[in-house]
């Protein structure tokens, strides 16, 4: 701990120091491990993890697999990143236990890990930079129920059930629907990688076998592209809600295709991983979560400067 201390008195030394001490304090090296890159929502998370890194005058880089499916690939993404030995590291988890033992390692070199939009089943990460994933499934529900009458048959479709976003997201619209609305049957909970396509072969199997259902929830961008891409092919009317953002989405929303959508904070999220990490740098004691918050938005609220500012293409 002496050492970690030590290391955080003399970053806020160069941090404070100004301009003369500035290539020092650039050599800083936070590695972001992220759980794709695909998907704009990544992409916005990147932004806001460059911003910060600008105004605090340290490096970072920012990566993930190809798909979010390569929880094996990710693992060596880490690996990789960890034998730089960086000052901190941030980490979004495909698999919330898959890197623990790579997490130990990064805790018995002194790494502060922060752990961003995904956490770990570990106490290891400083903080998890992300959105309440059980609160904004439960208003996805919630939105899904007034707009079926409160009763009917509905289908979930989630990125994964190995990430804890992907847990948290089904469980939080499943307990929403049990607890609240008796009178709403959960026909199908399907997993398709947070891919397009094979999201929109999985609704189009939904739909099949289920013709009376009334909405479908897509629990993340490309969850949510799949089922609005699967409902269009089979030429059937039902409430469509999404997660996240994306040109996609926001034109299947403004046109009524898609019902709404909740959206999280991506550049909130990735300000919030990098300034976390300078503050475990300076040995500065942090919460163990770190919530970044979320909203809904409609056809209705989706030209808000509010909701505006916290939606990307």
């Known amino acids: 701990m002496l050492k970690k201390h030590l290391f955080g ?23 972001l491990v992220s759980k794709g890159f695909q998907h704009q929502f990544w992409q916005a998370v990147k ?13 970072i880089t920012f990566e993930g697999p190809e798909t979010e499916a390569m929880v094996d690939k990710q693992i060596d993404m880490l690996s990789a990143a960890l034998a730089k030995k960086p000052q901190a590291i941030g980490f979004a988890a495909l698999d919330s236990k898959a890197a623990i033992p790579l997490l130990k390692k990064a805790d018995a070199a002194k790494i502060p890990v922060i752990a961003f939009d995904s956490g770990v089943d570990s106490d290891i990460p400083l903080t998890t930079c992300t959105t309440d994933n059980l609160a904004a499934a439960g208003l996805a529900a919630d939105k899904m129920a007034d707009m079926i009458g409160d009763a009917g048959d509905v289908a979930v479709l989630v990125h994964d059930q190995t990430s804890r976003t992907g847990i948290d997201r089904r469980d939080g619209f499943l307990k929403r629907i049990k607890d609240k609305h008796p009178n709403i049957k959960i026909v199908s909970v399907q997993y398709g990688g947070g891919d397009q396509l094979k999201s929109t072969e999985i609704t189009k199997s939904i739909l099949q076998a289920n ?28 409430v469509v809600i999404g997660y996240d953002s994306g040109k996609q989405q926001k034109a299947a929303i403004t046109s009524g295709e ?10 909130g999220i990735g300000s919030c991983t990098v300034d976390a990490a300078v503050k475990a740098l300076k040995g500065e004691k942090l919460p163990k979560v770190t919530d970044t918050g979320f909203y809904w938005y409609d056809k209705s609220n989706i030209t808000d400067p509010k909701i505006a500012a916290v939606l990307y293409d």
């Open 9 to 31: 008195v003399a970053l806020g030394a160069l941090m404070a120091a100004g301009s003369s001490a500035g290539a020092r304090a650039e050599d800083v090296y936070i590695p």
């Open 47 to 59: 932004v806001g993890a460059e911003q910060a890194a600008k105004a605090a005058n340290v490096k």
């Open 211 to 238: 013709p009376n259902i009334k909405g479908i929830f897509g629990a993340n961008e490309g969850s949510a592209i799949g089922v609005l891409n699967g409902v269009k092919e089979m030429k059937k009317k039902i």
């Open 258 to 267: 898609m019902a709404g959508a909740i959206t999280q904070n991506p550049i």
